[in-house]
């Protein structure tokens, strides 16, 4: 059998603890190709360069391990690498493990997430790994054995072609963590206010701070709850963002 | 009846050609308060600014219309207008009129849309515009027509609050239109083919060019396809993006 060739980004950089911890998951199951960001991209969702050029380096190559920083976001990574680095399609996309967590409606903030999705373009079967813990000295010990559970279960039940999958792990001791559940996406918003500084030179300027907001507490079906609850969270997304329901219903009410 | 408040935005940047077209199609509507970035934002999708800090300047005020540049990507122009420029909740959100046409996919990738999404979180019914022209002196003229009358339908019929619309009109005469039809989104990907290049002093970099792919050119439902047949298309987007079929399907499959 062939063996696997695995390809590993992320929106942190390719220095990030969240990165060795994903690689150290991975390594089992194939080569490992990692094509990530040179410096952190946190919160670029599926943001691309096209106005300027970017930059491609080896940082290191051993056995079985071959590592690209890239001038560009988390997509950007996915599609210089399918077009320069790839010279056949990877088995799987994994991006992460990111800190902090991705739950609800980060999926459309996300870079760790943009990067999954557009793998799922490159019909990659694509997971984004996140923790739910920001510091940048996260503990991803527990991430691991969950993680290989998941890629074990996605091995011997693939799924479709069309979604790729969003795990959140809970920042607890392997214990601790009662098991996987698979989820709906949460909903909820990141409430944002900025702080109202002024410059040296008099002028004002602002700085992102913000909260999330959680518009169903009470959903134990929903990603952030089942974190919450101390659980790994999966979801399946897909890209179809068309509200079929909402289609109907204004096709039976607009008349131009 | 209390003058409508109208939030209008882009990625083109405050001084594109198709802002202006908006402004225009939306005065009749109500007062209108533009927060726009600075420069293009092209392809920024729902990127936002958190490590930096943003400027927000006072361009322009006149009766009816107030116009701020924002030094951030559009989602940045969204959350910080409803931070410190808006003291009550705008009746609309519009964003556009894009340079260039945001069909199927793209609906991730587009800072037109990406700002458009982040209106609906602050529960503001929000559309996003595009013509299907990249020009910088594109021919805005019979976008205004049409959208009126979307605007005009929206204000009888209002859409669900968890919707917002993606419109986007063909390049076309006013008499060529064919009409406005409710779609769904297409399946097609951007295939990005990188150009490599070697700068003056020996070392390569990218350059990002890309076609459109469409994965179904027969389905007349679908906005790509629409588009192309000289219809204005609109469609009904969310922000969830579960997979709720293979959801289903996964809980079945899956054990833990």
């Known amino acids: 059998m ?6 590993i980004t992320n929106d942190d950089g390719y220095r990030a603890g969240g990165l060795d911890a994903l690689v150290e998951m991975a390594r089992p199951y194939g080569d490992i190709v990692v094509v990530a960001p040179e410096e952190a991209q946190s919160g670029m969702s599926s943001a691309m360069t096209s106005k300027v050029p970017i930059r491609l380096r ?12 890239c001038g560009g976001t988390p997509v950007d990574c996915v599609k210089l690498a399918m077009s320069h680095v790839f ?26 997430l943009g990067a999954a999705a557009e793998g799922t373009l490159y019909n990659i079967p694509s997971i984004g790994f996140s923790l739910n ?10 991430c691991i054995p969950y993680g290989k559970r998941i890629i074990d279960m996605v091995q011997a039940f693939p799924f479709d072609e069309n979604t790729f999958l969003n795990v959140n792990f809970p920042r607890l001791p392997y214990r601790e963590i009662k098991g996987v559940r698979l989820c709906r996406q949460n909903r909820g918003v990141w409430m944002e206010e900025f702080e109202k500084r002024v410059d040296p030179h008099g ?16 959903a134990g079906d929903a990603d952030e709850n089942a974190l919450a609850e101390g659980y790994v969270a999966v979801v399946p997304h897909h890209l179809d963002m068309t ?8 096709r039976e009410t607009w008349k131009f």
């Open 2 to 7: 062939q063996k696997k060739l695995i390809f």
């Open 58 to 69: 080896k940082v290191e190559e051993s056995d079985g391990l071959t590592i690209y920083a």
């Open 87 to 112: 010279k056949r399609k990877p088995d799987f996309l994994f991006s992460g493990i990111n800190h902090g967590n991705n739950t609800s409606v980060a999926v459309i903030y996300s870079g760790t």
């Open 133 to 142: 813990d920001y510091s940048p000295t996260a503990d991803f010990t527990a």
């Open 203 to 218: 002028q004002d300027y602002y700085w992102m701070t913000g909260s999330f907001l959680n518009h169903e507490k009470e």
């Open 243 to 250: 509200n079929y329901k909402e289609l109907e219903r204004l």
